[in-house]
């Protein structure tokens, strides 16, 4: 069964996350899990939600 995360990140240190990202790959593959969406521009079509980043993550079934 396929699952996913849908993760809203505000980033306030750029370091800190710069290095935060060099590991989050290895972590998140160890597990079976990919990323499906990482970052980039984003548009809200409803509702008031305006996310700064938006990362999606699935699990091994979501090919």
């Given at each position: 069964?396929?699952?996913?995360?849908?993760?809203?990140?505000?980033?306030?240190?750029e370091?800190?996350?710069?290095?935060?990202?060099?590991?989050?790959?290895?972590?998140?593959?160890?597990?079976?899990?990919?990323?499906?969406?990482?970052?980039?521009?984003?548009?809200?079509?409803?509702?008031?939600?305006?996310?700064?980043?938006v990362?999606?993550?699935?699990?091994?079934?979501?090919?």
């Amino acid at each position: 069964m396929a699952a996913y995360i849908i993760v809203e990140v505000e980033t306030t240190d750029e370091a800190l996350m710069a290095e935060y990202r060099k590991h989050t790959p290895g972590a998140i593959a160890k597990f079976g899990g990919k990323f499906i969406v990482r970052g980039g521009k984003t548009k809200t079509l409803e509702g008031g939600w305006v996310p700064p980043r938006v990362v999606v993550l699935g699990n091994s079934s979501t090919t």
